[in-house]
């Protein structure tokens, strides 16, 4: 079987924006190429829509765009199996299997836009259960878990405990936050770990991260196949394109297509070191025209971070972006964050989250530190530096002391 995988369509997002039918047509290009590839059915893990109860005009589009998939075919037929019980469930063209996301749940008593797309039979919404696909002599099994609040995450899936099928193909699909991709700035916050994950399954797919990525735990791939419409601008999604990854259950193979139109993201962190407000607006220019060099048929999305320090006396609101946002805004959807800082003490902490980041132990984020203060002294690299640290470790002041004493005579 091939299978279509997809996430995070967003619709509705940016309803009044620039960008106000991106989601739109993405969700079109990613079921066209579903259909291309000849997929069995596809799947969809969670945050279809951008809120619970969109406008009547994001729904109209919504179906719109999801009908699409009536145009095809698909030979497979599919049962929701449930405590011994097996019921078929019908659909028109290529099925669409969904789970919801957080930003589309509000509870088990109100009704929301993915249960009138399952009621209209445009996709197939389930939660905590399991759809099995049948093909010739083929099964292959979807299990879904909508998202649930990120702190019971854990507890739910532990009640849950979804086992795999013998003689199929098992595929899980969720919509949570993983520990091991929380970045330490990220407001996003997870209770799940990789570890947590059951075993025995071929395919693990988790919507709700942005980015793609694709990685082994064991036996079993685990995706993530990130959203089809950026929202906030994260530097991992601006470095690979939007599409459709596929999922063979023979091969255990994935591949990508990428949206044959889709609007460019660009990211730049910039740092500037007692910079003056003409040389802030300078590189950022330099930088806009440099993206911009290039032709592209969707004005481009372009995020610019800028961080540093700024010459004495001058503060972030003496650099005024206005008028290079207003050059730019015709060909360019720009979004600036400014975030200088004028002492030192602020230096050093981001120096240590830096390293932090990079995953150091504290001691050697320790020795890092003593390493770059002592090469800033007139001892340079005279001193015995890996003797010297631990003698401080170790809180041997006065042996530190001496150590340090003598190289000074
Ligand atoms: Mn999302």
């Given at each position: 079987?091939?299978?279509?995988?997809?996430?995070?369509?967003?619709?509705?997002?940016?309803?009044?924006?620039?960008?106000?039918?991106?989601?739109?047509?993405?969700?079109?290009?990613?079921?066209?190429?579903?259909?291309?590839?000849?997929?069995?059915?596809?799947?969809?893990?969670?945050?279809?829509?951008?809120?619970?109860?969109?406008?009547?005009?994001?729904?109209?589009?919504?179906?719109?765009?999801?009908?699409?998939?009536?145009?095809?075919?698909?030979?497979?037929?599919?049962?929701?199996?449930?405590?011994?019980?097996?019921?078929?469930?019908?659909?028109?063209?290529?099925?669409?299997?969904?789970?919801?996301?957080?930003?589309?749940?509000?509870?088990?008593?109100?009704?929301?836009?993915?249960?009138?797309?399952?009621?209209?039979?445009?996709?197939?919404?389930?939660?905590?259960?399991?759809?099995?696909?049948?093909?010739?002599?083929?099964?292959?099994?979807?299990?879904?878990?909508?998202?649930?609040?990120?702190?019971?995450?854990?507890?739910?899936?532990?009640?849950?405990?979804?086992?795999?099928?013998?003689?199929?193909?098992?595929?899980?699909?969720?919509?949570?936050g993983f520990k091991e991709f929380m970045a330490l700035d990220d407001e996003m916050i997870a209770?799940?770990s990789l570890?947590?994950?059951?075993?025995?399954?071929?395919?693990?797919?988790?919507?709700?991260l942005h980015w793609?990525n694709?990685q082994?735990?064991?036996?079993?791939?685990?995706?993530l196949?990130?959203?089809?419409?950026?929202?906030s601008i994260k530097q991992l999604e601006t470095e690979?394109?939007?599409?459709?990854?596929?999922?063979?259950?023979?091969?255990?193979?994935?591949?990508?297509?990428?949206?044959?139109?889709?609007?460019?993201?660009?990211y730049h962190k910039v740092k500037f070191d007692?910079?003056?407000?003409?040389?802030?607006?300078?590189?950022?220019?330099?930088?806009?025209?440099?993206?911009?060099?290039?032709?592209?048929?969707?004005?481009?999305?372009?995020r610019?971070n800028i961080k540093g320090t700024?010459?004495?006396?001058?503060?972030?609101?003496?650099?005024?972006?206005?008028?290079?946002?207003?050059?730019?805004?015709?060909?360019?959807?720009?979004?600036?964050s400014?975030n200088f800082s004028?002492?030192s003490f602020k230096r050093k902490i981001s120096e240590l989250r830096e390293m932090q980041k990079s995953k150091l132990s504290l001691a050697s984020v320790g020795f890092e530190v003593l390493e770059k203060n002592?090469?800033?002294?007139?001892?340079?690299?005279?001193?015995?530096?890996?003797?010297?640290?631990?003698?401080?470790?170790?809180?041997?002041?006065?042996?530190?002391?001496?150590?340090?004493?003598?190289?000074?005579?």
């Amino acid at each position: 079987m091939k299978i279509g995988i997809f996430s995070d369509t967003h619709l509705g997002f940016e309803e009044k924006g620039e960008r106000s039918f991106d989601c739109f047509d993405n969700l079109h290009q990613a079921i066209e190429l579903c259909l291309e590839g000849k997929v069995d059915l596809m799947v969809l893990p969670g945050d279809i829509f951008h809120i619970p109860m969109p406008s009547h005009n994001t729904l109209f589009n919504s179906i719109k765009s999801f009908s699409t998939a009536k145009k095809g075919s698909s030979s497979v037929k599919l049962f929701l199996e449930k405590d011994n019980e097996k019921k078929e469930i019908n659909f028109s063209g290529v099925p669409i299997l969904a789970i919801h996301g957080n930003h589309e749940y509000r509870g088990k008593e109100t009704k929301t836009a993915l249960d009138v797309l399952d009621l209209s039979g445009l996709v197939v919404y389930f939660h905590a259960g399991m759809i099995s696909a049948e093909k010739e002599n083929e099964k292959t099994c979807i299990f879904g878990l909508g998202a649930v609040p990120e702190k019971q995450a854990l507890e739910v899936l532990n009640y849950w405990n979804p086992k795999p099928k013998e003689n199929a193909c098992n595929l899980l699909l969720f919509h949570q936050g993983f520990k091991e991709f929380m970045a330490l700035d990220d407001e996003m916050i997870a209770t799940l770990s990789l570890d947590d994950l059951p075993k025995g399954f071929d395919l693990i797919i988790n919507g709700h991260l942005h980015w793609r990525n694709e990685q082994k735990l064991g036996e079993t791939t685990f995706l993530l196949p990130g959203s089809t419409v950026s929202t906030s601008i994260k530097q991992l999604e601006t470095e690979k394109p939007k599409g459709v990854c596929f999922y063979d259950t023979q091969e255990k193979e994935i591949t990508f297509k990428p949206f044959p139109k889709q609007r460019k993201m660009f990211y730049h962190k910039v740092k500037f070191d007692d910079a003056d407000s003409d040389k802030v607006l300078q590189e950022c220019k330099n930088i806009l025209s440099a993206d911009l060099s290039e032709q592209h048929e969707l004005n481009p999305l372009i995020r610019l971070n800028i961080k540093g320090t700024l010459k004495k006396g001058l503060s972030s609101a003496d650099v005024n972006l206005t008028e290079i946002m207003e050059e730019f805004s015709s060909k360019a959807i720009l979004s600036v964050s400014k975030n200088f800082s004028n002492n030192s003490f602020k230096r050093k902490i981001s120096e240590l989250r830096e390293m932090q980041k990079s995953k150091l132990s504290l001691a050697s984020v320790g020795f890092e530190v003593l390493e770059k203060n002592l090469k800033e002294t007139d001892f340079g690299n005279e001193i015995e530096l890996k003797k010297l640290f631990d003698l401080l470790a170790e809180s041997n002041i006065d042996e530190a002391m001496n150590l340090v004493a003598k190289k000074k005579e």
